[in-house]
């Protein structure tokens, strides 16, 4: 099993859950606590860092994805795909952030030899 499919699973649901039942800026507080939990819980620092990156990714994905609401037309679908994409930029970096804090904060309560 590839290692880093149980967090793209992950990053889906959220993104999903989050679209349907939690509605407003408040919407990130979830988010916040789970990107440091994928870091927390990779092996290795460049695992951290990976696995961050593509949950928020993909977590940015799932959430906008399921909001749409928009026109079915050919310009406005790939209008929204670009912008889709282009968001989850933004999701990837805060990912990779939170990814990188939930590894230090791993190595902080690792006991001492």
Partial sequence: MNKRLPFLIAAVVLGFLSSRFVVG???????????????YLSRTRRDS?????L?????????TSSVYRGKTDTKSILLFIGFTLLFSLVGAIAGTV???IGNWLKGMFKPKK
């Fill in 98 to 100: 939170g990814g990188f």
């Fill in 49 to 53: 860092l990976i696995n961050g990156g």
């Fill in 25 to 39: 800026w408040y919407t990130t507080i979830p988010w916040v606590i789970a990107t440091p939990i994928v870091g």
């Fill in 55 to 63: 949950f928020g990714y993909v977590l940015f994905l799932a959430y």
